[in-house]
């Protein structure tokens, strides 16, 4: 039997921004842990100063340009693991879940934190 989670990002003022649904391992020592995997050292900046150079640092590497973007980054996260299925973007309200995860914005150049409701 399938462990259902629905996973939402919250941008700086607090709106929905994106809500996923991970249809199979939903549980914290599964998904849980991979979302605390993902969201570790990955920074919420605003903007990207002198591209090139910004890139040119792998260190850069793991930091989102606001939290719209780190929805992005984290659909392609769960998406490399099960390219087909099992991760949807779903409306907000969508469907029954065992788990729900919120990613919520505490600052800049801080990670995102992480709930389980």
Known sequence: MATHAIIEVYDEEERLVATV????????????????????????????????????????????????????????????????GDVYLVPSGWGDADYVYRIRFVGLNKPAKLEIV
Do not use: T
């Not at 391992?25 to 919420?44: I, Q």
């Open 21 to 84: 649904y991970k249809h199979w391992d939903g549980g914290p020592e599964s998904v849980g842990r991979e979302l605390k995997e993902f969201l570790k050292d990955r920074k919420v900046i605003n903007g990207i100063p002198f591209f090139d150079i910004f890139l040119a640092d792998p260190d850069n590497y793991d930091c989102a340009n606001g939290m719209h973007e780190l929805a992005a980054q984290l659909v392609v996260f769960l998406k490399q693991k099960y390219p087909i």
